[in-house]
């Protein structure tokens, strides 16, 4: 089993820019895909970006693509995500998942270890 700890949000105004983190610790970090996740106040929790195990490959929501960058660290058992020109909208809790699924994983379903969040608050 997998624990993981989301660091690093916050309060930011849009346009700026936070660097989400994402420590793992319990069993080997580079077996585990990981992605990011989010909810926003009302809504469901909803699919960010993910990468694969070894960080060659990534996936990203229409709604952050090329605004957000996902990457890792397995030398440090950490996942992050980029995220630049923020948006009112991206207001929410952030959340990291593992799985030890292939590839780069965008389902909830598929990912069996979750963080406890961070918030992330974007002002106008």
């Known amino acids: 089993q997998v624990q993981l700890v989301e660091s690093g949000g916050g309060l930011v105004q849009a346009g700026g820019s936070l660097r989400l983190s994402c420590a793992a610790s319990g069993r080997t970090f580079s077996n585990y895909a990981m992605g990011w996740f989010r909810q926003a106040p009302g809504k469901e929790r909803e699919f960010v970006a993910s990468?694969?195990?070894?960080?060659?490959?990534?996936y990203y929501a229409d709604s952050v693509k090329g605004r957000f960058t996902i990457s890792r660290d397995n030398a440090k058992n950490t996942v992050y995500v980029q995220m630049n020109s923020l948006k009112p909208e991206d207001t929410a809790v952030y959340f990291c998942a593992a799985s030890m699924r292939g590839g780069t994983l965008r389902a909830q379903y598929e990912y069996p270890y979750w963080g406890q969040g961070t918030q992330v608050t974007v002002s106008s």
């Open positions: 990468i694969n195990w070894s960080g060659s490959s990534t």
